[in-house]
């Protein structure tokens, strides 16, 4: 059975490091000595120390394995990055209808779902774009600042979690900008995704005709 990942623009990056607030009861200020205290761990010997959340792990797994015996499948999954979006700029974070622009279903989703306050993005496009498919630091991959047109951008050493997806039954698909190299080898195709319909290289590649190349992975 196959599954989707769809991601738009470019499921090419953000942040390298999400680490959960600490719940109101459990805050510095009203801790008492009978509380745990929070202490940032390092699960793996290559991730950044983040504070532990067994229950709420164990609460999302089991909702996880409840999804999958009632509906037979894992859950889809959607990524959306968005260029020059703020923190503010959605309802669930203060924005939203305040600020003219109402976004009712993205509150939503982080109403019921869950809402990660101390993640860390990087502060342009391809360094961000490679953190988010690689799980990685761009400094960890050399993609430090944005890719120009016909850079020699080298991303076929790294494990993306598109190729992880298709391992663990999904199929995979990207839409929009790439950015993360036009070499032979650094292609979406090459480096995991089922399908891609976009264009390999910066945003003025909307101005001229895409090529076959850039129009369909296979």
């Given at each position: 059975?196959k599954?989707?990942?769809?991601?738009?623009?470019?499921?090419?990056?953000?942040?390298?490091?999400?680490?959960?607030?600490?719940?109101?009861a459990?805050?510095?200020?009203?801790?008492?000595?009978?509380?745990?205290?929070?202490?940032?761990?390092?699960?793996?010997?290559?991730?950044?120390?983040?504070?532990?959340f067994?229950?709420?792990?164990?609460?999302?797994?089991?909702?996880?394995?409840?999804?999958?015996?009632?509906?037979?499948?894992?859950?889809?999954?959607?990524?959306?990055?968005?260029?020059d979006?703020?923190?503010?700029?959605?309802?669930?974070?203060?924005?939203?209808?305040?600020?003219?622009?109402?976004?009712?279903?993205?509150?939503?989703?982080?109403?019921?779902?869950?809402?990660?306050?101390?993640?860390?993005?990087?502060?342009?496009?391809?360094?961000?774009?490679?953190?988010?498919?690689?799980?990685?630091?761009?400094?960890?991959?050399?993609?430090?600042?944005?890719?120009?047109?016909?850079?020699?951008?080298?991303?076929?050493?790294?494990?993306?979690?598109?190729?992880?997806?298709?391992?663990?039954?999904?199929?995979?698909?990207?839409?929009?900008?790439?950015?993360?190299?036009?070499?032979?080898?650094?292609?979406?195709?090459?480096?995991?995704?089922?399908?891609?319909?976009?264009?390999?290289?910066?945003?003025?590649?909307?101005?001229?005709?895409?090529?076959?190349?850039?129009?369909?992975?296979?």
């Amino acid at each position: 059975m196959k599954y989707w990942l769809a991601a738009s623009a470019a499921l090419a990056g953000t942040a390298a490091v999400a680490q959960m607030s600490v719940p109101a009861a459990l805050s510095v200020g009203s801790m008492s000595r009978a509380s745990p205290v929070l202490k940032a761990e390092r699960s793996h010997e290559n991730f950044e120390p983040a504070l532990p959340f067994p229950d709420q792990t164990k609460a999302a797994r089991a909702k996880l394995d409840a999804l999958a015996k009632k509906k037979g499948r894992r859950p889809n999954i959607l990524i959306l990055v968005v260029d020059d979006l703020g923190y503010g700029d959605v309802g669930a974070y203060g924005g939203g209808e305040a600020l003219g622009a109402p976004t009712p279903h993205i509150d939503r989703l982080a109403r019921e779902g869950l809402k990660l306050t101390s993640t860390y993005s990087q502060p342009s496009c391809t360094p961000t774009r490679a953190a988010l498919n690689t799980g990685r630091l761009p400094v960890r991959t050399g993609l430090l600042s944005p890719v120009l047109l016909n850079d020699k951008a080298d991303i076929s050493n790294e494990i993306l979690s598109a190729k992880l997806l298709s391992q663990a039954g999904y199929s995979t698909a990207l839409s929009g900008k790439w950015h993360l190299g036009e070499k032979e080898g650094s292609r979406p195709w090459q480096v995991g995704f089922d399908e891609f319909m976009g264009f390999l290289g910066v945003a003025n590649a909307y101005q001229g005709r895409p090529s076959q190349r850039d129009r369909c992975c296979q």
